[in-house]
Nanobody, 122 residues
Framework: VQLQAYGGGLVQAGGSLRLSCATS????????MAWFRQAPGKEREFVAA???????TYTDSVKGRFTISRDNAKNTVYLQMSSLKPEDTAVYLC?????????????????WGQGTLVTVSS
């Protein structure tokens, strides 16, 4: 089972990026998927999640700016990020949950990708 996140990069404040998470090895159509992020010297934190039936959840700091979506036919989850801020700078990791309902805790997620770096300059 592999989760590969990509699409990160350097962007100016106010800009946009779209992250993708491609899964392989098994299908996750019945599992919730999520994005977490980890900034240097900080704990890994929840960003957004989407349940098996498309219901999404966001941490307060990204509501209205980020959108999570999934394409089960492509085994891919996306994170569209807009109005980026320097404080969004982090390694972004995708994860697949043990079940179908999305949660915000790290221990609810069984499979993790390696992450992609997003750097937002001021």
């Amino acid at each position: 089972v592999q989760l590969q996140a990509y699409g990160g990069g350097l962007v100016q404040a106010g800009g946009s990026l779209r992250l993708s998470c491609a899964t392989s090895g098994r299908a996750f159509i019945n599992n919730a998927m999520a994005w977490f992020r980890q900034a240097p010297g900080k704990e890994r934190e929840f960003v957004a999640a989407i349940s098996w039936n498309g219901i999404s959840t966001y941490t307060d700091s990204v509501k209205g700016r980020f959108t999570i979506s999934r394409d089960n036919a492509k085994n891919t989850v996306y994170l569209q990020m807009s109005s980026l801020k320097p404080e969004d700078t982090a390694v972004y990791l995708c994860a697949a949950a043990r079940g179908g309902i999305s949660g915000t805790r790290k221990d609810e997620y069984r499979y993790w990708g390696q992450g992609t770096l997003v750097t937002v300059s001021s």
